[in-house]
Nanobody, 120 residues
Framework: QVQLVESGGGLVQTGGSLRLSCAVA????????MGWHRQAPGNQRELVATITTIATTNYADSVKGRFTISRDNAKKTVYLQMNNLKPEDTAVYYC??????????????WGQGTQVTVSS
């Protein structure tokens, strides 16, 4: 069974930093674009950042200059380094990955979510 396993969330003060990790678990053929979304209470889920297989990145305007997405293809892992955190960054963060299975099926997978809370 293929799944995305997230770690690294927690509670931090304004201006602090956190690093999220998300690893692909299970047997797959290849990993495509990976990314992070977030959802705050009462809000819709929004895109935070994405990274392609050749490390082309894309960020939401609200996190540009503060967050950095990266990946380790050998480890099938995507990271989100979050610096200068603000209370408005408080949300559940979900990683995503486009995965090609050994049978040739391409699917988008979601992680279980990890809570990030920034106190003022």
């Amino acid at each position: 069974q293929v799944q995305l396993v997230e770690s690294g969330g927690g509670l931090v003060q304004t201006g602090g930093s956190l690093r999220l990790s998300c690893a692909v678990a299970g047997n797959i053929f290849s990993t495509g674009t990976m990314g992070w979304h977030r959802q705050a209470p009462g809000n819709q889920r929004e895109l935070v950042a994405t990274i392609t297989t050749i490390a082309t990145t894309n960020y939401a305007d609200s996190v540009k200059g503060r967050f950095t997405i990266s990946r380790d293809n050998a480890k099938k892992t995507v990271y989100l380094q979050m610096n200068n955190l603000k209370p408005e960054d408080t949300a559940v963060y979900y990683c995503t990955a486009n995965l090609l299975s050994t049978t040739g099926a391409l699917e988008k997978y979601w992680g279980q979510g990890t809570q990030v809370t920034v106190s003022s």
